[in-house]
C-alpha cells in the first residue's frame, strides 16, 4: 500500500523560510514522479512543484517560482520542498502526491498533508 | 503557465437527474486532461484521464469528454456519494505546470 508522510509544517513568520519532508513507502519511489499539492483554507487544489523520477526535470508553479525548491532522495525514498521568502498566500494544507503511471502528472496518490501557516 | 476555468462554481442538481461540469483551458492541451472528485476528509480521487479514459473501478455513469481546450464531465443519474468537489487537471507537458481548476462543488438540491 502507498503511504506518503508529510512532516514540517507549522507557524511561521512572513519571509521566513521552511522545509517540508516527505517519507514514502509502499512503491518502488524511483521509478515516479512526485509532486507537491497544496490547499489554501477554503479554497481548491493548486499544483505547486513537481520532480521527475531522475530528478532531471523539476517545475515549479508561477506563484512560488525562485522562492521554493524541490528534491528527492532515492536512496532515502523522501521528497522535499524547501520553501523561502514565505507569505501570508503561501498558508495552505500541503500535499505530498505521487505521479502515476498513467502520466508523471497525473495523481494517483496523496498524503494527509502538512500545514503550514505564515502569520 | 496554463490557467484551468471551471464552471459553474456550484451547481445543485437533485439525485437521479444528470450533471454537467465544464472545464476550460487558456491553452491547448490536446487530451491531457484529468478529473478528480474530492469528498471533505479524503483523499482526493482520480475519476478520469486522457479526457475521458475512466480510472480503475470508477462506475460508467462517470464520462469526460472535450480536446483541446473545452472540456466536460458527466455524471448520469446522480447518487449520494457523488456530491462532492470536482477538479480538472492539466498535464501536457513538465514545462506548462500540471495546473488544477479551481473546482466545482455539486450539492444536493
Request: charged content about 15%; glycine content about 10%; overall charge neutral.
Amino acid at each position: 500500500e502507498v503511504q506518503l508522510v508529510e512532516s514540517g509544517g507549522g507557524l511561521v513568520q512572513p519571509g521566513r523560510s521552511l522545509r517540508l519532508s516527505c517519507a514514502a513507502s509502499g512503491f518502488t519511489f524511483d521509478d515516479y514522479a512526485m509532486h507537491w499539492v497544496r490547499q489554501a483554507p477554503g479554497k481548491g487544489l493548486e499544483w505547486v512543484s513537481g520532480i521527475s523520477w531522475n530528478s532531471g526535470t523539476i517545475t515549479y508553479a508561477g506563484s512560488v517560482k525562485g522562492r521554493f525548491t524541490i528534491s528527492r532522495d532515492n536512496s532515502k525514498n523522501s521528497l522535499d520542498l524547501q520553501m523561502n521568502s514565505l507569505r501570508p498566500d503561501d498558508t495552505a494544507l500541503y500535499f505530498c502526491v505521487k505521479g502515476s503511471y498513467l502520466a508523471e502528472g497525473i495523481v494517483d496518490s496523496w498524503g494527509q498533508g502538512t500545514l503550514v501557516t505564515v502569520s | 503557465e496554463i490557467v484551468m476555468t471551471q464552471s459553474p462554481a456550484t451547481l445543485s442538481v437533485s439525485p437521479g437527474e444528470r450533471a454537467t461540469l465544464s472545464c476550460r483551458a487558456s491553452q491547448s492541451v490536446g487530451n491531457n486532461l484529468a478529473w478528480y472528485q474530492h469528498i471533505p476528509g479524503q483523499a482526493p480521487r482520480l475519476l478520469i484521464y486522457r479526457a475521458s479514459t475512466r480510472a480503475t473501478s470508477i462506475p460508467a455513469r462517470f464520462s469526460g469528454s472535450g480536446s483541446g481546450t473545452e472540456f466536460t464531465l458527466t455524471i448520469a443519474s446522480l447518487q449520494s456519494e457523488d456530491f462532492a468537489v470536482y477538479y480538472c487537471q492539466q498535464y501536457d507537458k513538465w514545462s506548462r505546470g500540471y495546473t488544477f481548476g479551481q473546482g466545482t462543488q455539486l450539492e444536493i438540491k
